[in-house]
C-alpha cells in the first residue's frame, strides 16, 4: 500500500494543488492560455517523441492491441450514449457528450504521467497507442453524430473534413507519427536537441497535472444531475474492466500493455468533452460538473487500480490456457 500511495499521492496532490490554488486565487481563465498552449503544443508532443522514437518498429503496428482497446472504449461510449438517449428522450446531440463522458479518458494530461510512474518504461507504446487511437474515435464519432442529431439534412463532406483536419492537426498525433518514423528509421536527434527534448518532456506532466486542477477549480458547479453516477461508473470502473475482459480474450498480449491500457481506462472523463459541449453548444454545463466530479471521485478508483496492478493482486489475463 506504501507503494501505491508513493504513486498516487504527489499524482493526485498535483491536481488538488492546482485546484485550491484556483480556488484562493481568483484569476480569470484566460491567464491558462499560454501555460496550456505550453503543455498541448510543446511538452506533451516533446514526451510523445520521447516515449515512441526509441521503440522497436514492429511495436508500434500491434493491430490486435489497438483493435481490442479501441473496441472497449467504443463499447463504453454506446453505453454512456444510450444512457444519454434514455434521459433526454431522443436527444442524439446531448446523447453523444453524455457518450463522450462515459468512454473518452484523459488520456492526453494523466495518461502518461500515471502509466509511467505504475508500469515504467514498458508503458510507453501502449500509452501513445490508446492516446492515438481513442482520440481518433472521439474526434470522429462526437461531430458524426452531432451532424446526425441537427436540424436538416447532415453535411457529410463538412464534417468529414473537419474530422480530418482535426485528426491529422493534433500536435500529440503529428509527435507520434514524427516519432514513428524516427522509430522506423532509427534516428535519434543530436544530443543539444535531445537534452531540450528531454527538459521539456519532464516538464509536461507536472505543469499538465498542475493546469489541469485550476481548470476544474474554475468550472462553476451547478450540482450532479441523476444520470451523471451512470457514466462515472461506466468511465471510471467498467471501461477498465471491459478493457482487462477485451485483452484477455483477444490474444496473448504483455502485463505491461494490459495493465497499462487499465490505467489509460480508468482515468476520468477528458477535460475536452467539455471543450466539445461548449463547441457544439450543447450538454455545457452538465458537461463541466462531469468532469469536475469525475476527476474528484477518480483519486479513489484511479488508486484502487494502482493498488490491485502494483500488488499483482490481479491476473493480467483472464484466459492463460486458452
Request: aromatic content about 14%; hydrophobic content about 60%; proline content about 7%.
Amino acid at each position: 500500500m506504501a507503494q501505491v500511495l508513493a504513486l498516487a499521492l504527489p499524482f493526485f496532490g498535483l491536481i488538488f494543488l492546482g485546484f485550491f490554488c484556483g480556488k484562493i486565487r481568483k484569476l480569470p481563465e484566460e491567464g491558462l492560455a499560454w501555460m496550456n498552449f505550453f503543455i498541448i503544443y510543446v511538452a506533451l508532443p516533446c514526451l510523445f517523441f520521447k516515449l515512441i522514437a526509441t521503440t522497436p518498429f514492429e511495436q508500434l503496428s500491434n493491430w490486435p492491441f489497438i483493435l481490442s482497446t479501441t473496441v472497449s472504449t467504443y463499447i463504453a461510449f454506446a453505453l454512456s450514449f444510450a444512457v444519454g438517449i434514455w434521459v433526454t428522450g431522443g436527444d442524439i446531440k446531448s446523447a453523444a457528450i453524455q457518450g463522450a463522458l462515459g468512454g473518452y479518458s484523459n488520456v492526453g494530461y494523466m495518461g502518461p504521467g500515471i502509466t509511467l510512474a505504475a508500469v515504467g518504461p514498458a508503458a510507453a507504446v501502449p500509452t501513445a497507442l490508446v492516446f492515438v487511437f481513442d482520440c481518433i474515435l472521439f474526434f470522429t464519432i462526437v461531430p458524426f453524430m452531432m451532424g446526425l442529431g441537427g436540424a436538416g439534412k447532415m453535411k457529410i463532406w463538412s464534417t468529414a473534413k473537419y474530422v480530418v483536419l482535426k485528426v491529422v492537426t493534433h500536435p500529440f498525433n503529428i509527435a507520434t507519427a514524427v516519432a514513428v518514423i524516427a522509430a522506423y528509421f532509427h534516428w535519434q536527434p543530436p544530443e543539444a536537441v535531445g537534452v531540450l527534448i528531454d527538459f521539456l518532456a519532464r516538464a509536461a506532466a507536472p505543469c499538465a497535472l498542475f493546469a489541469l486542477g485550476v481548470t476544474v477549480a474554475l468550472r462553476p458547479y451547478e450540482g450532479v444531475p441523476v444520470e451523471l453516477p451512470i457514466h462515472l461508473f461506466i468511465k471510471l470502473l467498467l471501461h477498465p474492466v471491459l478493457v482487462w475482459v477485451i485483452l484477455s480474450a483477444a490474444g496473448d498480449f504483455d502485463r505491461a500493455w494490459v495493465f497499462t491500457a487499465m490505467l489509460m481506462a480508468s482515468l476520468p472523463p477528458a477535460g475536452n468533452v467539455f471543450v466539445m459541449a461548449r463547441q457544439f453548444d450543447v450538454y455545457v454545463q452538465r458537461a463541466s460538473n462531469g468532469v469536475l466530479v469525475g476527476t474528484i471521485v477518480s483519486v479513489a478508483t484511479v488508486t484502487l487500480f494502482l493498488y490491485l496492478i502494483a500488488g499483482d493482486i490481479i491476473p493480467y489475463d483472464l484466459f492463460p490456457s486458452r
